[in-house]
């Protein structure tokens, strides 16, 4: 599975690499990272919708991760590729807005990376 | 009869006229006895006696005449009494001289009686004559008292209208002062507002950027005790692979990136701590670069924050080797913070007008200008930018654009103050309409 992570804290590809060390080792799961949305549109142009999912930061400068969400939808309007929504805590409003524009899922930050993956594994 | 006239008269003259006080004796006016009793007792006499006691009434007149003139000469500083007296001592004279004659020589007074008749009635003519001159001249005495006591009434009428005018216009200028003094509370109560009011702004921009750091400090320590786990697994069994080495190398970045993070979150703190607390006015030697980049983060996570639909692409370009600057951090955070907002608040503008194609970005650059041994920071936007007519009034204290409520219009003004008082530097702003919003500092290095 193709997971596309769009995040602008560069760090986080470290962390996703590590985190899922043993599945990228295995080839199960494979990482990809924008830090902005503009790059994520661009990388997402060379995929195959049916097998990737997109993981999207929604607090980013530049475009937002809703801006993303509505651009992808605008071509696929459902679901593949799946779109999961990672809201700061207590966001409710931006939890709406990415419902009313189709995000398949939501994680709250701080990530719980076991969470994640069950939700990945599904 | 013509002497109780002359006495009756003068007498009512001078207790009309003249002070009367000295001639008290046991609380008795001896005048007004004289002049209503003794008088017409006399005259009674001399009607009712007739001829057979004539020298009484005649010793009467004379010592009656005598005593007025006694009372006129005590008072003759009196302007009246003095022309009452030149009027009255001739006939008192030509009186005396008749009455003398008269008693004591008969004979003479026989061969000369038509002349000294004649003499009393000259210096009769001369009474009346200087009598109604006094008599005038008392009159215009009288108006001009009046005219005296009219103007003291109108002056002190007067007096008292200056008075109470300037009670009035003391009250006035102490309301005015209390004014003054209000409206200086009031703009020290509208700085700290303003201090604030820009430090809400920042919390919600400092929680945000607190949580990311501190995300990265537990993720990175969760999964670093992951591989040292598996590291652990693996020198259990003894075997140590490729693996192991690349699990080294992850750990030694990891305790990089904690120390990193940890140490952004800290400088955060301490910075929303700076912001803070009171301006101590303590110079430091401040990285802008470092500053510059905290405080438009700080902006944008602030204003995102506060409303959802905001968004801006922001650009730091900080310049290499500059030099650090002899600066209050909090005053000199202020002010980015505030045209950080400015140029936020622009391009937001600008963007809901949904012009297509339309990008709203926001840039901070910093420039070394060592031959001036300063540093240039630019805060510019692709906003609304700033109508011709207003640029002169945007450092005015209170001049804002915002809609009432929502700026104090007090952030340019108190930034301008920080910079050009507080730094010895300048701050200005270059404007396209419709276009774009450049702001410049120039502060010198020390």
């Known amino acids: 599975m193709k997971i596309l992570v769009v995040d602008d804290e560069t760090d986080i590809k470290d962390l996703f690499l590590q985190k899922f060390r043993k599945e990228v080792r295995s080839g199960t799961m494979e990482f990809n990272f924008a830090t902005s949305g503009e790059e994520a549109l661009d990388l997402l142009k060379g995929y195959d919708p049916e097998s990737v999912l997109i993981l999207s930061d929604i607090n980013m400068p530049g475009m937002t991760g809703i801006e993303l969400l509505r651009k992808i939808r605008g071509k696929h309007p459902?679901?593949?590729?799946?779109?999961?929504m990672i809201t700061a805590y207590g966001d409710e409003a931006n939890r709406k807005a990415a419902t009313s524009l189709g995000a398949d899922d939501f994680l709250t930050k701080p990530l719980d990376f076991n969470e994640l993956k069950t939700k990945l594994l599904k | 009869m013509l002497n109780f006239f002359i006495c009756f008269f003068a007498l009512s003259i001078i207790r009309k006229n003249l002070d009367t006080s000295p001639y008290f004796r046991n609380n008795l006016d001896v005048l007004r006895i004289l002049h209503l009793i003794v008088v017409p007792c006399v005259m009674a006499f001399d009607v009712i006696l007739g001829d057979s006691m004539k020298l009484v009434a005649e010793?009467?007149?004379?010592?009656?005449l005598s005593y007025i003139l006694y009372v006129l000469y005590q008072q003759k500083e009196h302007i009246l009494s003095g022309?009452?007296?030149?009027?009255?001592l001739p006939y008192y004279a030509s009186y005396v001289l008749l009455f003398l004659i008269k008693y004591a020589l008969p004979s003479l007074y026989k061969t000369t009686e038509s002349y000294l008749d004649l003499l009393n009635i000259i210096t009769l003519v001369w009474l009346f004559a200087f009598g109604i001159s006094a008599?005038?001249?008392?009159?215009?005495l009288k108006r001009e008292k009046e005219q005296k006591e009219k103007v003291i009434h109108e002056n002190e009428a007067l007096e008292h209208l200056v008075r109470e005018r300037t009670n009035e216009i003391l009250?006035?200028?102490?309301?005015?002062e209390e004014t003054v003094e209000e409206l200086k509370q009031t703009q020290n109560q509208l700085i700290q507002q303003e201090k604030l009011a820009s430090l809400g702004e920042l919390t919600a921009g400092i929680a945000h950027e607190i949580q990311n750091p501190l995300n990265f400090v537990n993720n990175f320590s969760e999964v670093s005790t992951e591989l040292l786990e598996e590291l652990k697994e693996e020198l259990s069994t003894g075997h140590l692979s490729e693996n192991?080495?690349?699990?080294?190398?992850?750990?030694?970045?990891?305790?990089q990136k904690i120390s990193y993070h940890g140490k952004r979150a800290s400088g955060i703190v301490k910075n929303?701590?700076?912001?803070?607390?009171?301006?101590?006015?303590e110079r430091q030697q401040v990285d802008i670069n470092t500053l510059a980049e905290e405080y438009i983060k700080l902006s944008f996570h602030g204003l995102r924050a506060k409303d959802k639909s905001f968004n801006s692409d922001f650009k730091v370009w900080a310049a290499p080797a500059l030099p650090t600057v002899e600066a209050i951090p909090q005053d000199l955070g202020r002010v980015l913070l505030n045209l950080c907002n400015n140029a936020f608040y622009a391009v937001s503008r600008k963007a809901a007008e949904n012009i297509p194609g339309y990008k709203p970005l926001v840039t901070i650059a910093m420039e070394n200008l060592p031959a001036e041994e300063a540093v240039k920071i630019t805060v510019s936007d692709n906003g609304g930018g700033i109508p011709k007519e207003l640029k002169n009034k945007i450092f005015q204290p209170f001049f804002t654009t915002k809609p009432t409520g929502q700026g104090t219009g007090l952030g340019l003004s108190l930034s301008y103050d920080i910079i050009t008082k507080g730094h010895g530097g300048?701050?200005?702003?270059?404007?396209?309409?419709?276009?774009?919003?450049?702001?410049?500092?120039?502060?010198?290095?020390?």
């Open chain 1, 78 to 84: 459902v679901a593949p590729p799946q779109v999961m």
């Open chain 2, 59 to 64: 010793t009467g007149w004379f010592i009656i």
């Open chain 2, 83 to 88: 022309s009452l007296l030149k009027a009255g």
């Open chain 2, 135 to 140: 008599k005038n001249q008392l009159n215009t």
């Open chain 2, 171 to 176: 009250q006035q200028k102490n309301q005015l």
């Open chain 2, 244 to 255: 192991s080495s690349g699990i080294l190398e992850d750990l030694v970045q990891n305790l």
């Open chain 2, 272 to 281: 929303m701590l700076e912001h803070s607390r009171a301006s101590t006015g």
């Open chain 2, 426 to 446: 300048e701050l200005t702003v270059e404007s396209v309409e419709g276009e774009s919003t450049v702001f410049s500092i120039v502060l010198p290095v020390r």
